[in-house]
């Protein structure tokens, strides 16, 4: 599974694999002149600051509108917002860590429109990417020695996969910054590469037909960008595959992982004031001692679910990700009892039915981040997981309740 190939995104987070590369992941070969794509679309679900060069942003634009790379050229005249270089800034690489640890991406963009990469002339290719900041970012920094004109379209400041799903990556919008900078003036040819799972959001013919220009689709990663164009503008099997390998996956759990955390240090407080509630009040010493093991095992189905699932997803059986993640919160959790040692039968109980689950739950939340997951399956795992989730939940309660009442001695 670590290597297999995807389409769309389901609908949650949406992936990141594009911002290792141009934003062209291949999802199969593309169109050729069809308005069909690859995928069906993603419905609408679920990225800093600027480095040293910035520009104004556009009217009506959101964000701080900032550039990458060396400013040279920020004339309205010239209709270019900024040439580049393909060197990242100390700033460029915060932005990137920033965005993959934290909710800093929702606002990680750059303005819309034309740039400059290097001295393009009228024989200079003409890029398509997103306004997703990173995805921009790794798109320059692959065309570095490199003269090309980089057109960005106003995805909402989403990378191009996810915003192909869900229409901001599409047909109406390439066509307008097509007619808006007019590249066509500053051109010879009438080549425009397009990110690969941009095929999802654009039809290639109806482009040609309001532009005058054809749509050729990019190798998946940027890397082989150079070689793509060297070779005549054709992608080698090797260009068209998506791996997804365990750095892959490994790069993604932060994003699972904190919102995850937040919720565990409210986990953490109540299973403490739980564990502490005696009939005469809060006993701290109960607290700490009936309440840390079992915030450490919540913290083990965390791990469990957001971490350890991803990173072995090809090796832990069963196809669900819900199952995967179960299997994994429950390997922790037995080890968790083991360490506790003795425990009240209603607290093992729990144990084996509540932690697992939370490790379940973690998991589902990563097909938001895979290359070959579908909406129709997520959908499907998720209507088959929630009554496991609701009664797994209230019996979780229940078992916390009599634990509780016969610590009392009230039965």
């Not at 500053?186 to 080549?191: E, V």
């Not at 190798?219 to 998506?242: L, N, Q, S, T």
């Not at 009442?405 to 039965?411: M, T, Y």
């Amino acid at each position: 599974m670590g290597s297999e190939k995807g389409c769309c995104p389901p609908e949650g987070k949406g992936s990141e694999k594009d911002e290792h590369s141009t934003g062209t992941e291949a999802c199969c070969e593309p169109p050729k002149e069809s308005a069909e794509s690859c995928c069906s679309p993603a419905p609408p679900q679920n990225r800093e600051e600027s480095n040293a060069s910035c520009c104004a942003p556009a009217e009506g634009d959101e964000g701080d509108g900032c550039c990458s790379g060396d400013v040279n050229d920020t004339s309205s005249s010239s209709g270019i917002i900024a040439r580049l270089d393909g060197e990242w800034t100390l700033s460029d690489y915060l932005g990137a860590f920033k965005c993959r640890v934290s909710g800093f991406r929702n606002s990680y963009k750059v303005r819309p429109g034309l740039y400059a990469m290097g001295e393009p002339g009228s024989d200079s290719d003409v890029m398509v990417s997103a306004n997703y900041k990173l995805s921009f970012d790794h798109l320059r920094r692959a065309l570095t020695g490199m003269s090309a004109w980089i057109l960005v379209l106003d995805t909402k400041g989403i990378n191009v996969w996810c915003a192909a799903g869900k229409g901001t990556f599409g047909t109406k919008e390439l066509i307008r910054r097509v007619k808006e900078t007019d590249i066509k003036a500053r051109i010879n040819h009438r080549r425009l590469i397009v990110p690969q799972l941009g095929a999802v959001g654009v039809a290639a013919h109806e482009v040609r037909k309001g532009t005058g220009l054809k749509v050729h689709y990019g190798p998946v990663f940027a890397r082989d960008i150079k070689a793509y164009i060297e070779a005549g503008y054709e992608a080698d099997k090797v260009m068209r595959k998506i791996t997804f390998g365990w750095l892959d996956r490994l790069v993604l759990t932060p994003m699972e992982m904190r919102p995850a955390m937040k919720h565990f240090f409210s986990y953490a407080a109540v299973i403490m004031l739980f564990f502490g509630l005696g009939p005469k009040g809060i006993d701290f010493g109960e607290a700490l001692s009936g309440g840390l093991p079992f915030v450490f095992t919540g913290l083990a189905s965390l791990l469990a679910g957001s971490l350890i699932t991803p990173v072995l997803l090809p090796y832990i059986p069963f196809r669900a990700f819900t199952v995967k993640g179960w299997l994994a919160g429950m390997a922790t959790t037995l080890i968790s009892i083991k360490i506790m040692g003795d425990m009240a039968l209603p607290l093992i109980i729990f144990s084996l039915i509540f932690f697992p689950l939370v490790s379940s739950y973690l998991a589902l939340q990563f097909t938001g981040s895979t290359t070959y997951t579908s909406m129709s399956g997520v959908n499907k795992e998720l209507k088959l997981s929630l009554p496991f989730y609701k009664w797994g939940g209230i019996l979780s309660i229940l078992l916390l309740i009599i634990f509780k009442i016969n610590r009392w001695g009230l039965i």
